[in-house]
């Protein structure tokens, strides 16, 4: 998670402050403790926020999408800067990237109904290239330029004033050759103007221009220790910083007569991505949990607002700022749409959802799970009695914990990387058979109940997906059923030509992996508190493993690899490891392997078919007390609304449908694109055959135990590196498991 948010913090000084070069949740907190401590610089206790979407739709052409460039609030008005493009039909996409887009300066009033677009073009000298914006304590625009001229580069800041959208005043700057990226800029209410930018991309500094003057002050020449971003406060310029997990920011006064960062203001702000806000002595920012506020130095997050009204999965790297004492603009954009999306929250005494109960969706690591925030939204939009919320358990250790102290969630939501089969099999989860069998929404005309009903353990089912990818191997003329046994893989690759490949570029590690998760059923006994991975089954996978993956490349070692595809092509690779998530890639399959591709499972002595990989599955907890709740839970991921931007082929049969009218009706904007090459159109034969195949379909989940997997990577490492033998492998792994289950 920490990874995560590190990458997020040094996306945002791109992305929000838009200054590039041109050349030519809190995860171990309960959702459930929303009220905090206040303070007299705190919102008085029962101010909550409710939020106002504004849709972009009506100002530009409605498939448009954007870069977010920057943003600010001024007296209840907002301010944004972004790149559009807003696609020609008769242009390529790369056409339309390049060439189409135009950068604007967007004006929205507090209401959401004054919204004006002006081309920054038309408010900057003509030749110029906009790198870098900041706002000033009167509202005015300064935009940071580069021109490109036959003696060099040159440089300049303009002030623009926003009420007639002219400039008022330009600022010829000194910049120095080895700067890299702008990132930021700044002005404090002296006039001095603040560039933080990096060098020779690894080191930073900032500069310091005071009004007329050309040459800088430079302040700070070091290391990146993270992404930073400029802030203001009270006319003050600030550098924020976050530490190297992201966990917490230090807040760095800066000024014409300091020349080393030194006594920062921290804050401690997992989980919160995007650029922060600093109001009195608390900061302010945006998580997949809500507006959340923290104090500076060592405490930890005192109070936040989860119910606010908007669908928080369409602010990706959200920049939040203020407009008025009781108002705060949100402005982001959604990585499913790739359009602005802008809130106003606005105080008010009533909480939305005072006389709703709650009901609690936990899972390990969930906090930024888009399809959960999806229905979750959806949920909280229609259910008048409850109110969901998320409970994020750093491992299934805390979600044990949660369950035998009697705090168990009402749902247990998982992904790829979480799996339950352990709860499922000590009955801690429902059996949801009766209640699908009986309910419309999951009826066969509504949902694909084949894939469903290969979730089903022992004919009883625990576990929903809301989507699926498919893995397997794909080829041409494999021996026929949905799978095969490591024996008899072993066969139909020896009765390969000699010149010919069975499988070529995968590691032994992946290929492990591949036929392990799906069968670990076969080797982990949950109810019995038993395993057997000392078995001839489990070495005949290690063997295989061994045999037919590639082994880890030495250090520094130079490897010409031969695209899969090329050796397909040639006739000199039987089958290639392949995913299905789509319409589309299947399309891609059959343009490799021609109609009817052969499509078989990974090696398993049960000869399982495909893996089915889920993004998002839902289950409800055996002992909650709001099970008809729940169930209307469940089926809200399985409304259209949720189904249709789910990761994956979506379970339903309407979002399912709109895929593939997609995939047969390409834009003609893609036609030429490169990206799109290997995904021609859906003809309506290649339709049904992706349909067949669903239908028909084969298959056994992965079972993701993360901390069994821990152990059989790390032990199977040794045998792929020939420190160990089969057996010797088998019965250690064997150990270790036992003594982890037994104390589980």
């Known amino acids: 998670m920490g990874t995560l ?13 838009g200054c590039m070069l041109k050349d030519g949740d809190n995860g171990d907190e309960s959702a459930r403790d929303n009220s905090g401590t206040t303070t007299t610089d705190l919102p008085e206790e029962g101010v909550y926020y409710s939020g106002k979407e504004i849709n972009f739709d009506t100002v530009f052409n409605e498939d448009y999408f954007a870069t977010l460039l920057f943003s600010f609030g001024f007296q209840n008005q907002v301010y944004i800067i972004a790149d559009v493009c807003e696609p020609d039909p008769n242009m390529t996409a790369e056409e339309n990237s390049m060439s189409n887009s135009t950068e604007y300066i967007i004006s929205v009033g507090k209401s959401g109904e004054d919204i004006r677009t002006t081309p920054v073009k038309e408010v900057i000298p003509e030749g110029e290239a906009p790198l870098c914006f900041a706002d000033d304590e009167s509202g005015n625009l300064y935009i940071l330029t580069q021109t490109v001229g036959p003696k060099g580069i040159n440089y300049a800041i303009h002030k623009v004033d926003l009420h007639t959208m002219t400039m008022v005043k330009s600022q010829t700057i000194q910049i120095e ?60 310029v600030f550098l924020a910083m976050r530490n190297d997990i992201g966990t917490e920011i230090a807040v760095y006064e800066l000024g014409l007569g300091k020349d080393k960062l030194d006594n920062p203001i921290t804050y ?40 606010m009204g908007i669908n928080r999965n369409n602010y990706g790297l959200p920049g939040l700022s203020f407009l008025s004492d009781t108002a705060i603009a949100v402005v982001g954009s959604s990585g499913a749409d790739s359009k602005l999306h802008l809130a106003i929250l606005e105080q008010t005494s009533q909480a939305q959802n005072a006389e709703r109960k709650t009901l609690v969706i936990g899972g390990v690591s969930i906090s930024v799970d888009t399809d959960l925030q999806n229905t979750i939204d959806a949920f909280n939009v229609t259910n ?50 009766d209640m699908v069998s009986d309910d419309p929404v999951f009826s066969k005309e509504n949902v694909l109940s084949n894939i469903l009903s290969l979730y089903q353990k022992n004919d009883k089912l625990y576990t929903l997906p809301l989507s699926v990818t498919l893995d397997g191997m794909v080829g041409t003329g494999l021996p026929s059923g949905a799978g095969w046994t490591p024996e008899e893989f072993t066969s139909y690759a020896e009765s390969l030509p000699e010149d010919t490949y069975a499988l070529y570029g995968v590691s032994q590690m992946d290929l492990f992996e591949d036929a392990v998760m799906p069968s670990m059923d076969a080797f982990v006994d949950w109810d019995k508190r038993e395993c057997s991975f000392n078995s001839a089954y489990f070495e005949s996978l290690l063997v295989w493993a061994g045999k037919y993956g590639e082994k880890e490349k030495e250090e520094n070692s130079v490897t010409v690899v031969i695209p899969a595809d090329e050796l397909i092509q040639n006739g000199e690779l039987a089958m290639e490891l392949r995913m299905i998530s789509s319409p589309t890639s299947y399309v891609s399959l059959e343009k490799l392997f021609g109609e009817n591709p052969s499509i078989k499972g990974f090696p398993s002595a049960e000869r399982n078919g495909v893996t089915l990989t889920s993004t998002a599955t839902v289950s409800i907890y055996s002992g909650t007390e709001n099970s008809e709740a729940a169930w209307e839970f469940v089926q809200t991921a399985f409304s259209a609304k949720v189904q249709e931007s789910v990761g994956g082929i979506p379970m339903s049969r309407a979002a399912l449908d709109k895929e593939i009218q997609a995939a047969e009706n390409l834009p003609a904007f893609m036609e030429g694109d490169p990206e799109y090459s290997t995904y021609p159109e859906m003809s309506v034969e290649s339709e049904q055959r992706f349909r067949n195949l669903l239908e028909t379909l084969s298959g056994t989940p992965t079972d993701n135990q993360a901390d069994i997997w821990a152990i059989l990577r790390e032990e199977a490492a040794a045998y792929f590196s020939g420190q160990k033998s089969a057996a010797e492998t088998a019965e250690i792994i064997q150990n270790r498991v036992e003594t982890m289950v037994r104390e589980s």
């Open 5 to 17: 948010i590190l990458i997020l913090a040094i996306i945002v000084t791109n992305s929000i402050s």
């Open 177 to 236: 050759t080895n700067i890299a990226q702008f990132m930021s800029i700044a002005l404090d209410k002296q006039g001095d103007i603040y560039i933080y930018a990096t060098k020779d991309y690894f080191n930073y500094e900032v500069l310091i221009y005071e009004p007329e003057q050309s040459a800088p002050t430079r302040i700070i020449d070091e290391e990146v220790l993270s992404g930073a971003q400029l802030m203001r406060k009270e006319g003050q």
């Open 268 to 307: 401690n702000i997992e989980a919160v991505s995007g650029n922060s806000q600093i109001k009195g002595e608390y900061l302010y920012g945006i998580s997949s949990e809500g507006l959340e506020i923290f104090s500076k130095t060592d405490s930890q997050k005192i109070y936040t607002w989860r119910d």
């Open 384 to 433: 008048k009695k409850y109110y969901a919320e998320v409970v994020n358990y750093s491992d299934m250790g805390d979600l044990y914990l949660a369950i035998l102290g009697g705090n168990a969630p009402d749902l247990i939501w998982g992904n790829q990387d979480s799996t339950y089969s352990a709860l499922e099999e000590q009955g801690m989860l429902m059996d949801l058979t």
